[in-house]
């Protein structure tokens, strides 16, 4: 993380990320009863687990494959990759997720940015999955260092709204957004989770944490 308005990108970040996330989530899937697959998700609300991870394994192996026809990763899209995947057995999608997260990173390295984004969408999809079934560091754990990278340089690759966030759990500010030097930055204080949180339209009830010159709203990068 760093508090200057450069960030170059580094190629083998959303690899990295990926892969420690693959180590941790793996086994918490591989750990739970099939019924825990069918329970709902809060951040996607249309979605239950299972369909979330087969959300992620699609889109994964999409990149590593090179499949990228019209209208690919749109919601049609996603749902006709969830629906492929409907008769197959748990096991195989959360293998198919892990060869996705192990695989992908080469590919995504090679390719100029355009598919960073992927990379942080499946760790804050983990955080879905996390959630639903209450489980501990939902948009946190050993993965957040890069995940918040990613964030702070694709806010700024959005051009979103400049933002200082003084995080709670780091020890440097962290820069968001992008600035035309004409009026200063929104501040943010607080953990890092609910910051993750506001920017992808999770919800942060219960979360205590003060912003400043920005709605929250206006941090979502969905809205």
């Known amino acids: 993380m760093t508090a200057t308005s450069e960030l170059p990108r580094d190629p083998e970040l959303p690899g990295r990320l990926l892969i420690t996330e693959r180590d941790a989530l793996i086994p918490l899937l591989r750990a739970r009863p099939d019924a825990d697959f069918a329970l709902p998700t809060t951040g996607c609300p249309d979605w239950s687990v299972r369909d979330v991870l087969a959300h992620c394994s699609s889109a994964l192996m999409r990149v590593v494959e090179n499949r990228f026809e019209e209208g690919v990763f749109s919601p049609e899209s996603n749902d006709r990759d969830i629906a492929d995947r409907a008769d197959w057995p748990m096991a195989r999608i959360v293998d198919e997720l892990e060869r996705g997260m192990t695989e992908v990173g080469p590919v995504v390295a090679a390719s100029d940015g355009r598919h960073d984004g992927i990379a942080l969408g499946e760790w804050i999809h983990a955080g879905d999955v996390r959630e639903a079934w209450n489980e501990p ?3 946190a754990g050993p993965a957040l260092p890069d995940a918040l990278t990613l964030l702070a340089r694709l806010t700024r690759q959005y051009e979103r709204l400049p933002l200082q966030a003084d995080l709670d759990d780091a020890d440097e ?4 957004g992008h600035s035309d030097g004409t009026h ?3 501040r943010y204080l607080g953990p890092a989770s609910a910051l993750v949180r506001l920017y992808f339209g999770r919800s ?3 979360a205590s944490y003060e912003l400043v010159g920005v709605r929250e709203d206006e941090l979502n990068l969905f809205a």
């Open 137 to 139: 560091d939902a948009y």
């Open 173 to 176: 500010p962290l820069v968001l």
């Open 184 to 186: 200063p930055p929104a």
């Open 204 to 206: 942060v009830q219960g």
